[in-house]
Each structure stands twice: as structure tokens, then as C-alpha cells.
């Protein structure tokens, strides 16, 4: 049975954090999928198809990650696409007090499923996509947080 792990995100942008969790995490996969969760109730600064096509360069040179959209609850998209394995990264304390919540839920919802937590690397731990988002609204220089092959 294949190893297969999602990165559920709304990616808006995705940052070099979410890329380091995504390479770092790749020997404990046969696939990681990242899927960005379509919220019709959560409204995104960047259009879907744009976050589709940073993730999809960022992520051009592993041949075992793909790229994804879903729609309602990510345990469910889980089931669709076989995976075992949901895999998130933890900057801070309070990230895992959420993560953690989150995790045990979604096993009760499907007891075949595990969350595998990465913690981020230091020097990038103090990066989110909602700080990048308030760079760009104001005109700052965001390209130090946001992987080489982004361009806002």
C-alpha cells in the first residue's frame, strides 16, 4: 500500500516555509499530495489558478508530488485519493494546540488516518501567509519569504 501523504493549505501564497515542510518530508512519502481547500466561505487575496500555477512550479522538479484542488472536508478528500496521511507544519506552540485539535478530530472521522507534524525550520518559523499578504497590501518587498520561482 502506498505511503500517501496531503498538505492541505490555502497556499495564498505559499511560502518557503510550505515548500521546506514539502521537500524535507519527501522520504517519508511514496506521494505527497498538496491540495489547496476551496472555502467558498473564506475569501482569498490570490485566484485559485494562480496558486495553482506557483504550486505547481515550486513543485515541478519532485516527481512524486502532485498538485490539487478540493472542496469540503479534507478527511473526505483524503478518503478520495487514498491517502493515509495528512502532513502539516508547526512554527509555534500555539500551531500545534490548533494542529492537534484538528488531528484528533479527523481520526475519529476516518480511524485509518494520521497527521504526521514537521516542525518548521527556525528560519521559517516567523513566516505566514497571512504576514506575506499584508507585505504585498502595503507595497513591501515580500520576495525573501516566497519561494525562488514566485513572482507577484
Same mark, same amino acid.
Given at each position: 500500500m502506498d505511503r !500517501?501523504?496531503? &498538505? /492541505? %493549505?490555502?497556499?495564498?501564497? !505559499?511560502? +518557503?516555509?510550505?515548500e521546506s515542510v514539502v521537500a524535507r518530508s519527501l522520504g #517519508? &512519502?511514496? +506521494?505527497? !499530495?498538496v491540495a489547496i481547500g476551496d472555502n467558498s466561505e473564506k475569501r482569498s487575496y490570490f485566484p485559485l489558478e494562480q496558486r495553482l500555477d506557483w504550486l505547481r512550479l515550486v &513543485?515541478? /522538479?519532485? +516527481?512524486?508530488?502532485? !498538485?490539487q484542488t478540493y472542496r469540503g472536508l479534507t478527511v473526505d478528500f483524503c478518503r478520495q485519493v487514498n491517502a493515509r496521511f495528512i502532513l502539516? %507544519? #508547526?512554527r509555534t506552540a500555539a500551531d500545534f494546540e490548533f494542529e492537534r485539535g484538528i488531528g484528533q478530530i479527523n481520526r475519529v472521522m476516518n480511524d485509518g488516518l494520521e497527521t504526521v507534524f514537521l516542525l518548521t525550520l527556525p528560519e521559517f518559523s516567523a513566516i505566514s501567509s497571512s504576514i506575506i499578504r499584508d507585505i504585498i497590501r502595503n507595497g513591501g518587498d515580500a520576495y525573501p519569504f516566497l519561494p525562488d520561482k514566485v513572482t507577484i
Amino acid at each position: 500500500m502506498d505511503r !500517501i501523504a496531503v &498538505f /492541505p %493549505g490555502s497556499f495564498d501564497p !505559499i511560502t +518557503k516555509g510550505h515548500e521546506s515542510v514539502v521537500a524535507r518530508s519527501l522520504g #517519508l &512519502f511514496d +506521494k505527497i !499530495i498538496v491540495a489547496i481547500g476551496d472555502n467558498s466561505e473564506k475569501r482569498s487575496y490570490f485566484p485559485l489558478e494562480q496558486r495553482l500555477d506557483w504550486l505547481r512550479l515550486v &513543485f515541478m /522538479p519532485y +516527481k512524486n508530488v502532485e !498538485i490539487q484542488t478540493y472542496r469540503g472536508l479534507t478527511v473526505d478528500f483524503c478518503r478520495q485519493v487514498n491517502a493515509r496521511f495528512i502532513l502539516r %507544519g #508547526l512554527r509555534t506552540a500555539a500551531d500545534f494546540e490548533f494542529e492537534r485539535g484538528i488531528g484528533q478530530i479527523n481520526r475519529v472521522m476516518n480511524d485509518g488516518l494520521e497527521t504526521v507534524f514537521l516542525l518548521t525550520l527556525p528560519e521559517f518559523s516567523a513566516i505566514s501567509s497571512s504576514i506575506i499578504r499584508d507585505i504585498i497590501r502595503n507595497g513591501g518587498d515580500a520576495y525573501p519569504f516566497l519561494p525562488d520561482k514566485v513572482t507577484i
